[in-house]
C-alpha cells in the first residue's frame, strides 16, 4: 500500500507533501521495465536535489535508497535498496511467477543505521534549532509512488487485438459454441443474453479478466481436445500454428506433434484441461488475483469516502 500523504511523523521527512524543509526534493528517473521468460526487471535511479544535509547522510552511508514493491495478487512484499557501488540505483529483479496485475512500487531514503541528533539549516522555522534521531527503518524522504499492471490472462495474447481468440454474439440459444473454420481466429459465440452481459461488463478491466477466464479456459480446453482427436486436420491454420508455439514455450518444448502422437511417452500424460490451464499460465491464480482487485478496490473506496 502506498503511502498516505496524510500521514503524520514525529520527525522531518522530505517530501512533496510535506513542507518541514525550505528546500530540496527526492528525484526519481523510472526506466522502463523489461522481462524475459524467466524474471521482470525494474530500474529507478534516485537522488536527492537541493538539500546538502540529507546528501551528507547519504554519502556517510546512514541511509539508502530503497523501493518497496507490492502485489496483492501474489501476496509479495519486498524491499530492495540501491547498493554501495552504485548509490541511487535500485536494480529489481522478480520471478515472473511473483507478480501478476496490479503491482505497487513505492520508492523512499530510509535510515539503515542509527542517526543522533540530525539538524538542518533547511528545517522550517517550527523545526528551526531543533534535532532528530532516526532509527534504522526510518524514513529520510519519500520519493515517487506509482504502480502497473503487469500480464495476466485479460492482457495477455488471448484476449487482445492481436488475440487467436474472437468472441462473437451468436444468434443460437446455446451458451458458447467455438467455432475452428476461420484460418487466422479461433471464435467463440455467446448467446446473445450472454454476449450483451460480456460487453456491458469488460469495460471493466478486473472483471474483464474475470470473464475472460471464465471464456478462454473452457474455450482453449475444447479446442485441444478437438486437436487430440482430429490429428492434424488443423495444422495449416495460423491460431494452430500460434497455440502450438505457445504450447512449446510452457511445456519444456513439447508441442502437439508430440503431446498428442499415440508413439510418444508423453502422450496421455496430460488431459485437455491440464494443457489449457498451461497455456493460460494458471488462470485460477488470475481469477483469484482480479477477485483480489476488486475486493481491495472496494476497501480504498470505502476508505477514501
Known amino acids: 500500500m502506498h503511502i498516505r500523504k496524510n500521514r503524520c511523523f514525529t520527525y522531518p521527512v522530505l517530501a512533496e ?27 529507478f535511479i534516485c537522488s536527492i536535489k537541493k538539500n546538502q544535509d540529507i546528501d551528507n547522510l547519504i554519502k556517510s552511508g546512514q541511509c539508502r535508497f ?4 507490492e502485489c496483492q495478487a501474489t501476496k509479495l512484499r519486498q ?28 520508492v523512499s531514503l530510509v535510515a539503515v543505521s542509527e542517526i543522533k541528533n540530525f539538524t538542518s539549516e533547511l528545517f522550517c522555522k517550527e523545526f528551526k534549532g531543533m534535532s532528530f534521531n532516526y532509527a534504522p527503518g ?31 454474439r451468436a444468434e443460437s440459444k446455446d451458451s ?14 455467446l448467446n446473445q443474453d450472454h454476449y450483451k452481459t460480456y ?28 486437436i487430440r482427436a482430429s490429428g492434424d486436420t488443423y495444422s495449416n491454420r495460423i491460431w ?24 510418444e511417452e508423453c502422450f496421455d500424460e496430460f488431459t485437455a484441461l491440464d494443457l489449457a490451464q498451461k497455456i493460460l499460465k494458471n488462470p485460477l491464480t488470475s481469477a483469484f488475483a482480479a477477485l483480489s482487485d476488486l475486493y481491495h478496490k472496494d476497501d480504498e473506496e470505502a476508505f477514501n469516502e
Not at 529520510?140 to 481468440?165: C, F, K, W
Not at 475452428?180 to 467463440?188: E, H, N, T
Open 17 to 43: 507533501f510535506s513542507r518541514v524543509y525550505t528546500s530540496g526534493y527526492f528525484y526519481t528517473e523510472v526506466k522502463p521495465h523489461t522481462e524475459t521468460d524467466k524474471e521482470y526487471c525494474f530500474n
Open 66 to 69: 530503497c523501493c518497496l514493491v
Open 79 to 106: 524491499d530492495y535498496y540501491d547498493s554501495n557501488d552504485n548509490i541511487g540505483v535500485i536494480d529489481i529483479r522478480i520471478p515472473v511467477s511473483d507478480l501478476c496485475g496490479k503491482v505497487e512500487f513505492s
Open 138 to 168: 526510518d524514513y529520510i524522504a519519500i520519493g515517487i509512488q506509482t504502480d502497473i499492471v503487469l500480464p495476466r490472462l485479460s492482457d495477455s495474447q488471448y484476449v487482445d487485438n492481436e488475440s487467436i481468440l474472437v468472441i462473437e
Open 176 to 189: 458458447m459454441k467455438v467455432y475452428l473454420s476461420d484460418p487466422k481466429k479461433i471464435k467463440i459465440r
Open 199 to 226: 460487453a456491458r461488463f469488460k469495460k471493466d478491466k478486473s472483471l474483464k479478466s474475470l470473464l475472460s477466464q471464465m471464456i478462454a479456459l473452457p474455450a482453449i480446453a475444447e479446442v485441444l481436445a478437438e
Open 240 to 263: 494452430y500454428s500460434k497455440l502450438n508455439e505457445i504450447l512449446k514455450k510452457v511445456n519444456n518444448g513439447n508441442g502437439f506433434e508430440k503431446i498428442f502422437n499415440p508413439e
